[in-house]
């Protein structure tokens, strides 16, 4: 049953990211100011968001393992599995970010980087995250998910001020779509293939959480095993 | 087409080949993780973790 699901589940995504891109390409019209250049909003921004969303699922793992740790080291692990995946799959989302925005902002300013609010912000938070995980390759001992923790909380506090930041600053990137000054918002006929496109990456990082989360269950089931055989050596 | 457009349309195309090439890069790299630690298991005589089945 639990398969059939998982199926479904992955042939719905997998034809909502074709709908979306369908709907990017050939439903969505051309910007009147940025022309083609334009369509590239429709992966860009929903990247942003859902990597908004899956560092915020970290940052409830982090908070999880930090409050079970002690009393309930069954619920901490799976709270860590959980911080691990949302950390792991929001800097992917956040390398999205990072590469598209640039080659949007060639051919919209001319150039590919600025040091402005919006953009340092988005850098600093993909660094943290991935000191994040370089902490989780690298260190070892039994306080490096503490340690992980820790990091992953702080570096969430960074997520609200990445939003913000061209709402108190008014810099480079363009001010915000949704959620901004009187007048922001889309033209529905670019509005829908946008909400397609969130609900599509939406759906698929949710699929590769899942999928990241039940890897790294085996790695800590693994790891038991291996502590376990050692001491019986 | 002009020239502008030429470029937009071949930046636009840079912008959707990056993305899909992260997020297939990153599911294939998932993917050998996954078959290295079943592999891991097999040696180890441990089952699948219950959430896994």
Same mark, same amino acid.
């Given at each position: ?233 | 087409?002009?020239?502008? &457009?030429? +470029?937009?349309?071949?930046? #636009? ?14 599911? &294939?790299? +998932?993917?050998?993780?996954? #078959? ?18």
């Amino acid at each position: 049953m639990k398969k059939i699901a998982i199926s479904l589940y992955v042939a719905v995504t997998i034809a909502l990211l074709i709908w979306g891109y369908y709907q990017a390409i050939y439903v969505a019209p051309n910007d009147a100011m940025q022309g083609e250049i334009f369509r590239i909003i429709y992966y860009h921004v929903p990247s942003a968001i859902v990597a908004f969303f899956f560092f915020a699922v970290s940052l409830i793992g982090s908070i999880g393992y930090l409050a079970f740790k002690r009393s309930s080291p069954g619920r901490a692990q799976i709270a860590d599995a959980w911080a691990l995946a949302g950390a792991e799959v929001g800097v992917v989302f956040c390398t999205v970010v990072l590469i598209t925005g640039p080659i949007w902002g060639r051919r919209a300013w001319g150039i590919w980087w600025t040091w402005d609010a919006r953009l340092t912000t988005t850098l600093v938070l993909w660094l943290i995250y991935m000191s994040y995980l370089l902490l989780r390759r690298f260190a070892a001992g039994s306080q490096m998910q503490t340690l992980a923790a820790v990091l992953g909380i702080f570096g969430a506090l960074d997520v609200p001020i990445v939003y913000m930041s061209n709402r108190w600053w008014r810099t480079q990137h363009p001010a915000p779509v949704f959620g901004g000054a009187q007048g922001s918002g889309m033209a529905p006929s670019m509005l829908h293939p946008f909400l397609w496109n969130m609900l599509a990456w939406f759906a698929w990082g949710v699929l590769i959480l899942g999928i990241r989360y039940a890897v790294e269950r085996h790695q800590q089931k693994i790891a038991a095993a291996e502590a376990l055989a050692a001491l019986e050596a | 087409m002009d020239q502008a &457009a030429i +470029l937009d349309h071949q930046f #636009r195309i840079a912008a959707y080949v990056v993305t899909w090439t992260i997020q297939l890069g990153y599911v &294939a790299w +998932l993917a050998m993780k996954w #078959r290295a630690q079943k592999r891991e298991a097999e040696r180890l005589g441990i089952d699948r973790p219950k959430t896994l089945r």
